[in-house]
């Protein structure tokens, strides 16, 4: 048996404190909270389940196995990185720190420890993200030649950090997650509108090694919620909505190809609509998913899915994304390995 305690119960922190109540393996010693209210209700729901509002009680508690960490951004890196040097495996929800330097001090500490460190990229747990992995992976799209995406909806304007640091974590894992590379460089353009100094909307273009290139929309400031992803291969395409209640992966069996002039001036394109088939998906919960992958891989030593390495890369292509939108839309370079293999 897996001993747990949740660090943070706020907007996220109810959500994983359920799912690892019903997670069998693993048993939920502490809630840890600063604000009391919030406390008191974890404790009203879950009365069998130990409140504190001090971190160095979890830290000092010898049968607590794992932190499960769900804070501020801020916070992250000094709960983690405490949590880890008091032998503690770590799970930490997106974006794993603020800055890469961080996330790379906290890999090494995982990796010297022994301990499993795993970042909450919970969409890389979801049905249609895998199908459409799946699909990726057997050429069923054929050669991947662009991706775009938009994730827009009115609200929840954050004071501490900008759209990008906000959303923008959801569809870089997701991309990374299906391509298994990271972006070598990426350019941004956005603005504030609701408040000049914290951009509430921006259009990050990404760049990969392999060629393929992706734009990606974020947003807190439309008038209906859109979580639409449209890949382009050289077979097939591909929309993915996880706003529909049922197919939220559809295959477009559309394409268009390219045939090779035989006399000068001829120039031919050949265009094809076939079939639109929506997959069959499973129906597991994205949250139980990523926790049950978390216990496992505590008691197995394997490498989590979602690593140090994927928050790392995640993290490095969100400070290059700050700077781009800082420095008006110039290309900046993420400063990451640019391929790395998932389980």
């Known amino acids: 048996m897996t001993t747990i305690a949740i660090v943070g119960y706020g907007y996220w922190g109810p959500n994983l404190l359920r799912n690892y109540m019903e997670l069998p393996g693993a048993t939920v010693k ?9 406390l008191d209700r974890a404790c009203l729901r879950y009365p069998s389940v130990g409140a504190t509002t001090e971190f160095e009680e ?9 932190v499960v960490i769900a ?9 983690a990185k405490a949590a880890l040097e008091a032998g503690k495996h770590v799970f930490v929800e997106k974006p794993m720190t603020a800055a890469a330097v961080e996330a790379m001090e906290l890999i090494d500490l995982a990796d010297k420890g022994g301990l499993t460190l795993m970042v909450g990229h919970t969409f890389v747990f979801s049905p249609p993200v895998r199908k459409v992995k799946e ?3 057997s ?3 054929g050669e991947i030649h662009f991706i775009t995406s938009t994730r827009v909806n009115l609200g929840l304007h954050q004071k501490d950090v900008s759209v990008v640091w906000d959303l923008a974590p959801h569809d870089l894992s997701i991309l990374y997650y299906w391509l298994a590379e990271t972006a070598s460089s990426v350019y941004v353009t956005g603005r504030g509108c609701v408040t000049a100094d914290n951009p509430d909307v921006a259009f990050i273009n990404l760049c990969f090694p392999s060629g393929i290139v992706a734009s990606v929309e974020v947003s807190w400031l439309a008038p209906m919620k859109l979580r639409r992803t449209v890949v382009v291969g050289s077979r097939k395409m591909l929309l993915y909505d996880d706003t529909e209640s049922v197919e939220k992966v559809k295959l477009y069996d559309h394409g268009v190809s390219f045939k090779d002039p035989e006399t000068f001036g001829e120039f031919q394109l050949s265009y094809r609509t076939g079939d639109i088939l929506s997959p069959k998906l499973a129906t597991a919960e994205p949250l139980f998913a990523e926790a049950t992958h978390f216990l496992e891989c505590i008691q197995s030593g394997q490498r989590p899915i ?8 995640v993290v490095a292509s969100l400070e290059a994304a700050e700077r781009s939108l800082v420095n ?7 400063a990451t390995p640019t391929v790395y293999d998932y389980v």
């Open 135 to 137: 699909l990726i992976d």
């Open 58 to 66: 979890v830290l000092n508690d010898d049968t607590v196995d794992a």
């Open 328 to 334: 008006g839309g110039r290309a900046e370079l993420v």
């Open 139 to 141: 050429g069923e799209l």
């Open 30 to 38: 502490w809630v840890c909270e600063q604000r009391r209210d919030a």
């Open 71 to 79: 804070t501020p951004i801020t916070t992250h890196y000094p709960l």
């Open 306 to 313: 979602t690593d140090g390495l994927a928050g790392l890369c």
